[in-house]
């Protein structure tokens, strides 16, 4: 498939123990990170509506990976998103991780409230004016 794909991360930050369960999937909630997923693959579709001046852009493919991060301990949240269109996506790469990250969050919050989500950043671009470029 041809088209723009850029990539965003984040991290979420949580104790061993809670990330022991999460990774287990063996809590009352069951899997935690298959809807936390979900979450963040629909979240990109309706970009233009939060952020001022974003136009919607028809998107070919969006697609949400949690994994483990053992350091700090946590999960590290990834977003790389595909369009047909002349312009980058990197506004909703970045919506995807920052939709993700709450909606895991969430789940276990009950057994640590000091989860953190935190270095949300872009770290692949591909098309618009400032062209192709990774970081």
């Known amino acids: 498939m041809t088209g723009w794909r850029d990539e965003a991360r984040a991290q979420l930050r949580c104790t061993p123990v809670t990330a022991a369960l999460v990774r287990s999937g063996e809590t009352c909630k069951g899997d935690m990170m298959g809807p936390a997923e979900l979450a963040g693959v629909t979240a990109p579709k309706p970009t233009a509506t939060p952020i001022s001046l974003r ?3 028809l998107l ?5 990976e949690i994994g483990p991060d053992d350091s700090p301990p946590g999960f590290a949240v990834s977003a790389r998103v595909r369009a047909s269109g002349r312009t980058g996506v990197e506004m909703e790469a970045l919506t995807g991780v920052s939709v993700a990250c709450p909606a895991l969050l969430g789940m276990p919050k009950a057994v640590d409230q000091t989860m953190q989500i935190g270095a949300i ?3 692949a671009k591909v098309g618009g004016r400032s062209g192709a470029w990774s970081g």
């Open 55 to 57: 136009r919607p852009l």
């Open 60 to 64: 070919n493919q969006v697609v949400v």
């Open 121 to 123: 950043r872009v770290v």
